[in-house]
Structures are given as C-alpha cells and as structure tokens.
C-alpha cells in the first residue's frame, strides 16, 4: 500500500495538472484557488469519477467561490470567542483548539476557508501551548475538541506529545478529535496511530463524511482500525447544494457509515463563510430531509440537523414539526403524517 505521505505528495494543486485528468473549462479555477488553495490528493481524485460530480464539488475550485456578495469570513466568530489564539472557548465546558492548518484536501465549503492552508493559520508550538496552559488554568472545561485544518495531519510525534500533555490534565474528562482524514485520506490512519490514540481514552473522533461514494474499502478499513482501538466514531456532515441535498443519498450515507461503525452525529446547515455562499440550502430542505429519515431508518443512522447560529451564538438543532396543539392531550404527527394522541399528566411545568 502506498504510504500517505507519497499520496499527499501526489496532490493536485494547479488547474494544468488537473487537466491531465480531466476535460474542464480551467479559466474560471485558477482566480479561486489563487484566494483559496487547492489540493486533491491521488486518493481522493480517484474517487472523482466526472466533472462536477459530487466529489469534484467538494474538492475543484469554482468561480462562484469569488462571487460571494453574501457571506463573511468568519462567520461563527471564532476569532472575537478566542481568549488566546488557535483556542476558541463558546461553550463553559468545552473548548475547541486548533492544532494543525493543513487539510489532506481542501474543501470547498470549509467553514475555516478564511485561513485553511493558508499562511494566515498562524498555529505554533507556542500557540498550541498557550491553549494546554489556558486549558489548565480553567477547571470548568470538562472537554477539548482538537480541531484545525486536519490534527490526524500531525506527524505521530507531534500528536502524542499535544495528547499526552491534554491527558495529564486533571479536570480534562474526554479528548475529541474532528477530522476529516479518515474519508480524505484513510491510509494516514496507520496501526501505529491507532496505537498513540488508544493510550488517550476517553477518545473519540468526529470525522465527516458527505456522499455515500467516499465509503469505500480504504475507508472501512481506517474506520474499522479507530474502531478497534476502542474509539467512538462519529460523523459531521455538512448538507451541500447539489452534493447531498436528498434524502436518498444521505439515507445511503448514514445507513452506510453506521455499517462501517461510525455514528451519524451532526447534519449541519451551511455556515455563512465567504466564498461558500453556492453550497448553501435553504433551511426547509434539511428539515424536509429529516422528516424522510425520522422513522424510516434506524434511529442510529439519523443525526441531528443543526445550525452553527452566526456570531458564535452556538449550535441549534432544526427538527420537523411534529406537534399540532398542547393541552389535555398532545396532538401530534408520526412519522407516516398520522394523527396520534397522547393524554397529559398533571399540569405543564
Ligand atoms: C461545535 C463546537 C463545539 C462542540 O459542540 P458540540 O455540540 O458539543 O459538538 C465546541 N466549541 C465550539 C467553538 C464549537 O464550534
Ligand atoms: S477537512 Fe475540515 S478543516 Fe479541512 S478543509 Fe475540509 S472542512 Fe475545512
């Protein structure tokens, strides 16, 4: 098997090389990923099967990418949540630490698209020190998510040494880790990683998944290893225009990686970043999409449909309506559209 770092080595980052594989119109790309950098490694293009399909939407520059009139940089804002830098503190018990700005693959629609891969992503050995150290002078945070760009892109030295100085912290209950090298780039997820992560417990990793084609083998395989290494997977999937707006490929893709292990966690609503405004759906199309899975697959396979509010204010989940009126009884639809009762108890709270 080819190691990762050669299929990371073997990336596509220019619309001349891309041409080699592919017949496209490379006027429009080259002004985008001169504002947002590109990189298709030899795994990930070889998903791509033609132009504008699913995978190239995620991974091919587009001009639209400039044209966005509507969208901020940085619309969460993380930078004003940030008491030091690379550190993002929203939430009282939880905090969010960048530790690496590399992804094996850019994505169009990244939500950090303002500073991924970019020089602007100024991570550092002191900076991720500077977070560890902030970690441990405040005892109400129970949990860190590792974040970047991509932290499973660290060397195996680096990764261990950032977790064990976590682990160490008394008060720190759960490591997460988000990454989305497992689709992007499964063979990163070597046995001797498997092994560093799995002296971190309680570990567990939020990978992110869009279309039912990035399952394969390779995938299983990465998945199945973080698996047997006794880490809870789950998957953050952003609905994207075009990509996986129906609830036929996101049933195939939430049933499918619940088969490969990984739970469905979060179907996210497009954040509001600058140069991803074409990806964006309207609100009604999840929510519709949600009320087809509810019911209809197994409950393990259904995440929660959840909107980043903009200015940091959190996530919020978006749920069908499923109640017609309160009172004596609650009346309410099932998931067939049935209308169903169920007689109260004593008086509302
Ligand atoms: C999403 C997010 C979290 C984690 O939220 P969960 O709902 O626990 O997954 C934590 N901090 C920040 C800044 C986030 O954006
Ligand atoms: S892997 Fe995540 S952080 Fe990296 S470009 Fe994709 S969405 Fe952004």
Redesign the pocket.
Known sequence: MTHWKEILQNSVSDSTTLARHFTFDCSALESAYASFPMRINSYYLSLIQEVDDPIWKQAVPDKRELEDSVCMPDPLGEERLSPVQGLVHKYPDRVLLLVASE?????R?????RM??SSSMCISEQSIENGIEYIKEHSTVREVLL????PLLLSDKKLDSILGRLHAIPHLEVIRI???VPC?LPQRVTTDLAKILAKYHPLYINT?FNHPRELTREAEKACGRLANSGIPLGCQT?LLKGINDDAQTLKKLFTGLLKMRVKPYYLFQGDLTKGTNHFRTHSSCGIKIMQQLIGSVSGMAVPTFALDAPGGKGKIPLTPDYIISRGKELRFRNYCGEICTYPENGDPV
């Open positions: 992804c094996a693959m850019y994505c629609f990244c939500t950090r698209k991924v891969g974040s970047g760009g991509d988000g990454s989305r992007t992110h952003v």
